[in-house]
């Protein structure tokens, strides 16, 4: 994840400049940052996960979104505009929904790492999704072919609630039961 602009711009000037950009940008408290474009395995795994989490989410009130969509984090207590574009986004509070994105807070987040942004991932949206109160943020490594579960606890702070890496299940705090077999998202490559 780079700077897309070096100096800060407007929410207005950052949508104006997404109405002709080919770039999947983020905006964050004035700054633009640009995604890479995903690899082929980055985006076998965001399809082997979204498979899995519509698949469990069939009949429940929780639905799955995949890149790119639009998340305007918005909570209360909190200043700034925030738009960012996760993976995978589960969100159950259907109230959120505009025509163009969600604006509100998800439920639960996976971001895939690239060589190019595991900082931001990492450090940048691990604390911005637990300001916001995402309830549960998934980190999947392709390069360590690996997934961390992060979910939060009753001060509002990130726990590891599991890490995987190579094989094994995988499960979520936040959707009880859904638990997720590495071999299934990391084999064929």
């Known amino acids: 994840m780079t700077l897309y602009l070096n100096d800060p711009i407007s929410v207005k000037d950052y949508f104006e400049i997404r109405e002709t950009a080919d770039d999947r940008l983020e905006y ?10 995903p690899s082929t395995k980055h985006q076998r795994i965001s399809r082997k996960l979204l498979v899995q989490f519509d698949h469990f989410l069939t009949d429940k009130s929780c639905e799955v979104f995949h890149a790119p969509f639009d998340v305007e984090l918005k909570k209360e207590n909190m200043e700034g505009t925030k738009i960012v574009i996760p993976d995978l986004t589960v969100i159950c509070d259907r109230h959120g929904f505009t025509d163009a994105r969600y604006v509100g807070v998800p ?23 637990m300001n916001y109160g995402v309830q549960e943020y998934w980190i999947v490594n392709p390069m360590l072919n690996s997934v961390t579960v992060y979910a939060l606890n009753e001060e509002e702070m990130y726990i590891q609630h599991d890490i995987k890496t190579g094989v094994g299940g995988i499960s979520s705090k936040f959707l009880e039961g859904f638990i997720v077999e590495l071999k299934e998202i990391f084999n064929d490559f």
């Open 28 to 37: 964050i408290d004035g700054l633009v940052y640009m995604s890479p474009s």
């Open 107 to 129: 439920n639960l987040i996976v971001e895939i790492l690239s060589p190019s942004n595991q900082a931001h991932d990492l450090i940048t949206k691990l604390n911005l999704y």
